[in-house]
Every structure is written in C-alpha cells, then in structure tokens.
C-alpha cells in the first residue's frame, strides 16, 4: 500500500540518505519524495510517499523515529491531512490550438508560465487525483512532457512535537 | 580547563580521556599518522591488532566484557572497511562501540584519492548512528556525541570519520558540558500504568515463563532480574545473548531456548500462559515458526527499543523502558500486592513447575561421553568445570557455540561473549583479545572451531606479543561443523567444501610465536590437558580433536515450531 510519511529532520549531511536507505534497505520503493528546510533553518521537512507492506507501516514509523537526525515521523496515510503537489507541463501545441488549452488550464486552476513557438509550459498544483486528469485532458492537444513535485503533507491535527531536552556530558555526570 | 591550541589529534585524544578511554584496539595508517604521532607519548593504551577486523571485534569483547564503551580505530579505505563486519556485529547484539576512522585529506574527498573510500555511506546501515568530521573546532562535541549516542538507549555502535587534515588543524578542546540531540529518543523510565498491568497479570497467571535476553545484560539488570524471579517464582529461560544474566546454578533456570535449546525451554515457552519477555526481541533463531510460537501466551515485552514491540509477536503489555529501570518498579509493584495474591493459583502454579521438571528430566543436557574420541559435549563439560561458573568464554559461531551455550554455566552476565545476531566467524579469539584487556584478571577462555580460528590466526601474534594469558581452546572437528550438519540432514549428506582437511600443529604454530601449545585427541587426557593449560601463566593453545560427525541436538529445523524438536539422530520425538 501507500503510505504518506512526514518528516521532521534536522538539516544535516547525510540525513536524507539515513531516510531513503532504511527504505532501501527493506526493498521499498519510494513514490515520491520531497524535501526542503522549515523556518527553522537548522530542520527540514520532508514528505515520503513509498510503497510499504500494510503489515509493515507502523514499523518502519517506527525505524524512522529511531534515526538520530529525525525529530518526527508521522504517518499521514490514514490520518486527516491536506495533500498537493505541483506539477509543471510543457505542451506542444501550434499557435492556433492555444486558445483551447488556456481554457482547460483554467478551468483546472492552472496557469501559464512560458509560452514559446514550441508551445507553452504551464503550472499546476493539486492532489495526485486531479492532476492526472489535468495531465490527462493536455495529453490530447499535443506532445507533453512533464516535471512533478511528489506530494507534499501536511497534518490537519497539530501534533505537539517533543524534543529532547540536553543531557550533561559523561564527565558532567561524573562531576555531579 | 587548558584552551591552548592543539592538534585535532590532540583534541581526540583529550575527548577520549575525557570519556574515560583506557586502552583502545587500532592499526594505524596513512592518514591516521598524525594521530598516532600524538599517540606516541599519550597514556591512553593502544592496543595494535593484526588485522582491522579484530580491531572492531576486540573492542566489542572489552565493551561485552565490562559495559563500557568499546573503542577501535582504522585508517581510511582498505582499514574502515575492514571494520564492517565489527560494526554489523555489534549493531545486531547491541553492543557500544566507537569507531574512529581516518579519511583522506578534505580537499581530496570524492577525488577517488589513495586509500579512499566512501566511509561515511558504506557504514550509514551498519552503525547506529555516524559523524563525518567537517572542521576540527566541531570535533568536541562530535566526539563526545558519538559516545554518548553509542552507551545510551539500545547500545549499538558509532563511527566518526576523521579527515586527515581534521587531524592536523589547529584548534581549541573547549569541555563539553552537554550533549544535545534534539531527535534522538530514549526511553528509560517505563510507564506505570504498564508496569501496573503487568503486575496484575503476573498474579493472573497459571503458567507463567520468564524469557530474558541480551537487554537485561545491557541494562545490568541481573539482580533485578533474579529478584523478580524469585518474587514470581516463575521458570525462566536466557537466550544466546543472555546467558548469565540469571545464573545457570539458579534453581529457577531452564536453560537456552530456541533451535539448539532444551527441551524443556522450548516446551515451556511453548506451555506457558504468559510469557515474560525482558530485553529480548524474538529472534527467529528463539521462536522458529512465529505462527506457533508460544501460542497460549500473553505476553508482556520490555524493551528499550519501541521498535522492537510487536515487531515479530504482537504484544499485550507493552513497556518501553531500561530493563533494570522497570524491573525495578515492577519488583515494587509485586512486593506491595504479593500477599494480596497469597496462594493464588497456587495448584496450577505447582503443577506448572511439576510439568517443567518433568522435560527436565525426560531430555536433560547431558554431556555424552566416549571411551575412544573426544565428544563436543565432553569438551563443554570440562571447560565447564575449570571455569566453575568464573571465567569469560568467548566463541565465534557455530557448533561449538552451541554445545557450550547448551553445557558451559555462567554464574553471572558478561561472562559469555559470543557473536549472537551476525553469528560473525574468526570473532572468539579477538574478542578474547578485547575481554582480556578489560578484566585482566580473569581466566579468558577463547572457545574456537577450526574454522573460525583460522579467519583469526593472525592475531596470535597480538596475543604473544601483549603476553595476554589467554587460554584457546580449538574445538577441532575437522569440518566447518554446522554447515556439515545441515549438509547431512538437509542435502543428502552431500558435503560440499566443508572439509578443513588441513591444520596446524598446535604445538609448533604456539610455538613460533613463543607460547605453549598442544594437541589432545584421547579422551583421558582431556582432563589433564586442560588443566596444564589453565595453569600455565602465559597464553596456551589447546588443539582438541574431537568427533567429527557429532551434531547438535536439540534442534528445530529451520521453520519449524520449536516445539517441534529433533531430540537426536534418529526420529523425531512425539510432542505431547
């Protein structure tokens, strides 16, 4: 099955290939993944869609929250949650047909970023369902290529983070 | 505290000390030269191996040996990956260790430069966590982190790889006061409510079976562990990692479960109606098949590890904490409701140990015994009686393992090291090494196969030249044993390459590197050999030819229920 896990991470070498190795190293393969830093600049977010045995999701939650750089993982999968990705679209599609695509565009809340002789590129953001569609109806108007983003989530109950507070050094320990 | 500028190696060494590094196991090279020049007239003891490998696994044996943290080091490429194999061991037992490696110089990284290797990526999966070094003014706090990150929680080992010119840059070793891992978990306390719970269940209980593990060794919780056994009167097994945790003299103690456990465990974890799993994480080796495993049981689980909960059982009380930690509150929470439970379930209860003695007696481990060649089992029982329940035995993997798991008594834990999870061969004798540094006055007995000795010769000459009394003992079937074993029962008794057909004289190969050494093959000699060999003061090897063609029993085929033993070679027996 899918599931959707978020991430809290500290921004730190190599923290994004302790993620994507556990998964790895259990023959999972990731969807998508995305990633970059909150207004925290020390701490990144990263949302993982992977394809996890049901039996396995609490575990590998589990595995995740064990890695020292990670301060939070939540799977998202079944709890409520807000989805979208972006999406960006070239089509190619002769002067005349534009007209058309624009329309469609519109009505699927997407908008033109480039436009060239070749054709147009054009933005869309919304959950998987919706853009497959989009991506759908712009097949029929010409030969598209396309870049997406991988989900991005985010929880709807604001789970409290709990961070671990500063332990005294051995020697302290020792000290006191 | 001095802030005078020093080198990065400087500074390592002022962390170790700090960290209360005595003597450490490492081979040096290229790119730790600078260290090793610092090292040149520092206290700190460095012990030089033959071979990075037994680095690791020495260090392994002196953190198993004491509790405290282990620490090896290697040079860059060819010396940290030697050190792979280590670190996965002491990943899967749980042990803490720190690795320090060299790395090629900073503006070298990734310029497939002499000697480099990826050694921050290839050791990612087999370190519980590992630091690359950026700069020498954050080498401080990665040091003291990487320590305090390896004894904490579930123990396991940490690497932090150290690049050349880290090692040569001038900096300041400002104390480090406090350590602060903001996403890095542990669990120590238990939670009460759980604790209550359990207690309850306890009392509940009609067939209740104690199942303890490598954690209560870890969490130094044997007192803790005997006490709540005595409180709850209950039968209890130790598992490979465990052994000694509950003494084997204990009135109360089975044996081993398992593949090669006794009857009596299997068919007691199988019996029971609660199963009391403390520091253990039902390992496959422990369970067989996981459908039938102990299938009348509740089950409490304490685990430092939350991963571990209901990873292969499903659990019905949880307890996430230090073993000793809740062991303790547990103990408290039976002393203060034991007399409310007086005599409750009282008939059952007599009845299930009545059961429990009863395997006992029906398939005991005895040693079996021959006038014409040497048992296994016959060798066990002597090293049985000159360690006395005292000496560390320390064992690679393998038939030999499990006969002494089966028939040598520990009276206390950390006494038998052995390579559990990895079941890493050529791991005995440099864990030996390791012990031997750690507890100088102990008889360390390095228990061998044939074949595991030979992955670990090289380091007789770092034994001879430390002088370390460490008495090997090579159980020597001829065979890669186990694999035979399998080979036969398995694959039509087709043995394939597992013929070691050739072995050194022991007294020679002992004696050019300036030590005694003999062969025994007669039965009545054993005896007497393994005395000489306990009472000479320097370091022995003691090559015992024993049968060839003796297998391990019990055992429970691989997927079987453990109830479902092989009691010997020739039929199984009916399970009631």
Same mark, same amino acid.
């Given at each position: 099955?899918?599931?959707?896990?978020?991430?809290?991470?500290?921004?730190?070498?190599?923290?994004?290939?302790?993620?994507?190795?556990?998964?790895?190293?259990?023959?999972?393969?990731?969807?998508?993944?995305?990633?970059?830093?909150?207004?925290?600049?020390?701490?990144?977010?990263?949302?993982?869609?992977?394809?996890?045995?049901?039996?396995?999701?609490?575990?590998?939650?589990?595995?995740?929250?064990?890695?020292?750089?990670?301060?939070?993982?939540?799977?998202?999968?079944?709890?409520?949650?807000?989805?979208?990705?972006?999406?960006?679209?070239?089509?190619?599609?002769?002067?005349?047909?534009?007209?058309?695509?624009?329309?469609?565009?519109?009505?699927?809340?997407?908008?033109?970023?480039?436009?060239?002789?070749?054709?147009?590129?054009?933005?869309?953001?919304?959950?998987?369902?919706?853009?497959?569609?989009?991506?759908?109806?712009?097949?029929?108007?010409?030969?598209?290529?396309?870049?997406?983003?991988?989900?991005?989530?985010?929880?709807?109950?604001?789970?409290?983070?709990?961070?671990?507070?500063?332990?005294?050094?051995?020697?302290?320990?020792?000290?006191? | 505290?001095?802030?005078?500028?020093?080198?990065?190696?400087?500074?390592?060494?002022?962390?170790?000390?700090?960290?209360?590094? %005595?003597?450490?196991?490492?081979?040096?090279?290229?790119?730790?030269? +600078?260290?090793?020049?610092?090292?040149?007239?520092?206290?700190?003891?460095?012990?030089?191996?033959?071979?990075?490998?037994?680095?690791?696994?020495?260090? %392994?044996?002196?953190?198993?040996?004491?509790?405290?943290?282990?620490?090896?080091?290697?040079?860059?490429?060819?010396?940290?990956? !030697?050190?792979?194999?280590?670190?996965?061991?002491?990943?899967?037992?749980?042990?803490?260790?720190?690795?320090?490696?060299?790395?090629?110089?900073?503006?070298?990284?990734?310029?497939?430069?002499?000697?480099?290797?990826?050694?921050?990526?290839?050791?990612?999966?087999?370190?519980?966590? !590992?630091?690359?070094?950026? !700069?020498?003014?954050?080498?401080?706090?990665?040091?003291?982190?990487?320590?305090?990150?390896?004894?904490?929680?579930?123990?396991?080992?940490?690497?932090?790889?150290?690049?050349?010119?880290?090692?040569?840059?001038?900096?300041?070793?400002?104390?480090?006061?406090?350590?602060?891992?903001?996403?890095?978990?542990?669990?120590?306390?238990?939670?009460?409510?759980?604790?209550?719970?359990? &207690?309850?269940?306890?009392?509940?209980?009609?067939?209740?079976?104690?199942?303890?593990?490598?954690?209560?060794?870890?969490?130094?919780?044997?007192?803790?562990?005997?006490?709540?056994?005595?409180?709850?009167?209950?039968?209890?097994?130790?598992?490979?990692?465990?052994?000694?945790?509950? +003494?084997?003299?204990?009135?109360?103690?089975?044996?081993?479960?398992?593949?090669?456990?006794?009857?009596?465990?299997?068919?007691?974890?199988?019996?029971?109606?609660?199963?009391?799993?403390?520091?253990?994480?039902?390992?496959?080796?422990?369970?067989?098949?996981?459908? &039938?495993?102990?299938?009348?049981?509740?089950?409490?689980?304490?685990?430092?590890? +939350?991963?571990?909960?209901?990873?292969?059982?499903?659990?019905?009380?949880?307890?996430?904490?230090?073993?000793?930690?809740?062991?303790?509150?547990?103990?408290?929470?039976?002393?203060?409701?034991?007399?409310?439970?007086?005599?409750?379930?009282?008939?059952?209860?007599?009845?299930?140990?009545?059961?429990?003695?009863?395997?006992?007696?029906?398939?005991?481990?005895?040693?079996?015994?021959?006038?014409?060649?040497?048992?296994?089992?016959?060798?066990?029982?002597?090293?049985?009686?000159?360690?006395?329940?005292?000496?560390?035995?320390?064992?690679?993997?393998?038939?030999?393992?499990?006969?002494?798991?089966?028939?040598?008594?520990?009276? &206390?834990?950390?006494?038998?090291?052995?390579?559990?999870?990895?079941?890493?061969?050529?791991?005995?004798?440099?864990?030996?090494?390791?012990?031997?540094?750690?507890?100088?006055?102990?008889?360390?007995?390095?228990?061998?196969?044939?074949?595991?000795?030979?992955?670990?010769?090289?380091?007789?000459?770092?034994?001879?030249?430390?002088?370390?009394?460490?008495?090997?003992?090579?159980?020597?079937?001829?065979?890669?044993?186990?694999?035979?074993?399998?080979?036969?029962?398995?694959?039509?008794?087709?043995?394939?390459?597992?013929?070691?057909?050739?072995?050194?004289?022991?007294?020679?190969?002992?004696?050019?590197?300036?030590?005694?050494?003999?062969?025994?093959?007669?039965?009545?000699?054993?005896?007497?050999?393994?005395?000489?060999?306990?009472?000479?003061?320097?370091?022995?090897?003691?090559?015992?030819?024993?049968?060839?063609?003796?297998?391990?029993?019990?055992?429970?085929?691989?997927?079987?229920?453990?109830?479902?033993?092989?009691?010997?070679?020739?039929?199984?027996?009916?399970?009631?």
């Amino acid at each position: 099955m899918l599931q959707v896990i978020s991430l809290l991470l500290e921004n730190k070498p190599g923290a994004l290939l302790r993620v994507t190795g556990l998964l790895g190293s259990r023959g999972y393969n990731i969807e998508s993944l995305t990633v970059a830093r909150t207004l925290d600049p020390e701490l990144s977010r990263m949302t993982i869609v992977v394809d996890v045995d049901s039996k396995l999701c609490a575990q590998v939650i589990k595995q995740m929250n064990k890695l020292v750089n990670v301060l939070q993982a939540t799977d998202l999968t079944e709890t409520p949650s807000v989805r979208r990705e972006l999406l960006l679209l070239r089509v190619r599609v002769a002067p005349e047909g534009r007209t058309q695509v624009l329309k469609e565009a519109e009505i699927f809340g997407a908008r033109v970023v480039d436009s060239s002789p070749e054709g147009l590129v054009i933005e869309a953001t919304g959950d998987a369902e919706k853009l497959e569609e989009f991506l759908e109806t712009m097949r029929s108007y010409g030969e598209t290529e396309v870049s997406r983003s991988g989900a991005v989530a985010m929880s709807l109950a604001g789970k409290k983070l709990k961070l671990q507070p500063p332990v005294p050094t051995r020697v302290e320990m020792v000290r006191m | 505290m001095s802030t005078n500028l020093m080198s990065g190696a400087k500074i390592l060494l002022e962390c170790m000390v700090k960290e209360g590094v %005595e003597c450490f196991f490492g081979y040096p090279g290229g790119v730790t030269l +600078p260290f090793y020049d610092a090292l040149y007239d520092h206290h700190i003891r460095h012990v030089l191996v033959r071979h990075e490998e037994n680095a690791a696994f020495a260090a %392994e044996g002196y953190a198993r040996a004491t509790g405290k943290v282990g620490v090896c080091c290697a040079t860059s490429g060819p010396g940290a990956t !030697n050190l792979v194999t280590g670190l996965v061991d002491s990943m899967m037992d749980s042990i803490p260790i720190v690795a320090l490696t060299g790395q090629v110089h900073s503006s070298l990284i990734g310029s497939d430069a002499f000697q480099e290797a990826d050694t921050f990526g290839i050791t990612r999966s087999c370190t519980k966590h !590992n630091f690359m070094v950026k !700069n020498v003014a954050e080498l401080p706090q990665i040091v003291h982190e990487a320590f305090y990150i390896a004894a904490s929680g579930r123990p396991g080992p940490v690497l932090v790889d150290i690049p050349k010119d880290v090692f040569m840059a001038q900096g300041h070793y400002t104390p480090v006061t406090s350590i602060h891992l903001p996403g890095y978990k542990v669990f120590t306390e238990g939670h009460a409510g759980q604790v209550k719970r359990a &207690a309850q269940m306890i009392w509940n209980a009609e067939r209740p079976f104690i199942y303890a593990g490598g954690g209560v060794v870890a969490a130094n919780a044997a007192a803790e562990l005997r006490e709540f056994t005595e409180l709850i009167d209950a039968p209890a097994v130790c598992t490979l990692m465990g052994l000694g945790a509950l +003494p084997a003299e204990h009135p109360n103690f089975v044996s081993m479960p398992g593949m090669h456990g006794s009857y009596a465990a299997n068919m007691g974890m199988s019996g029971a109606d609660l199963l009391i799993a403390l520091g253990v994480r039902f390992d496959d080796r422990v369970t067989g098949r996981l459908a &039938a495993f102990a299938p009348h049981a509740k089950i409490i689980h304490v685990d430092i590890d +939350p991963a571990e909960i209901g990873k292969n059982r499903v659990v019905d009380v949880p307890i996430v904490g230090d073993v000793k930690r809740v062991l303790e509150k547990l103990n408290k929470a039976l002393a203060e409701t034991k007399p409310a439970h007086a005599g409750r379930n009282a008939a059952p209860r007599r009845a299930w140990w009545g059961q429990i003695r009863a395997w006992k007696e029906q398939f005991p481990l005895v040693p079996s015994t021959s006038d014409t060649e040497i048992k296994p089992q016959h060798l066990m029982a002597e090293i049985d009686r000159v360690s006395g329940g005292k000496a560390i035995v320390t064992s690679d993997v393998g038939q030999h393992q499990m006969w002494a798991a089966q028939l040598v008594r520990f009276s &206390a834990p950390r006494l038998w090291i052995n390579s559990g999870g990895l079941g890493a061969m050529g791991f005995g004798l440099p864990a030996a090494i390791g012990a031997q540094f750690a507890q100088p006055e102990k008889l360390v007995i390095s228990l061998v196969g044939d074949g595991g000795f030979q992955m670990s010769i090289p380091e007789l000459a770092t034994i001879a030249s430390y002088g370390l009394p460490i008495k090997i003992i090579v159980m020597n079937n001829g065979y890669l044993g186990m694999v035979r074993q399998w080979q036969e029962l398995f694959y039509n008794n087709r043995l394939s390459s597992v013929t070691l057909d050739s072995f050194p004289d022991a007294e020679k190969l002992a004696g050019a590197y300036g030590f005694k050494g003999r062969t025994v093959e007669k039965p009545h000699e054993l005896a007497r050999a393994l005395d000489e060999a306990i009472r000479e003061p320097g370091p022995y090897l003691l090559n015992v030819k024993v049968s060839p063609f003796e297998n391990v029993y019990p055992m429970v085929p691989a997927g079987g229920a453990i109830n479902e033993m092989v009691m010997g070679p020739p039929q199984p027996v009916p399970v009631p």
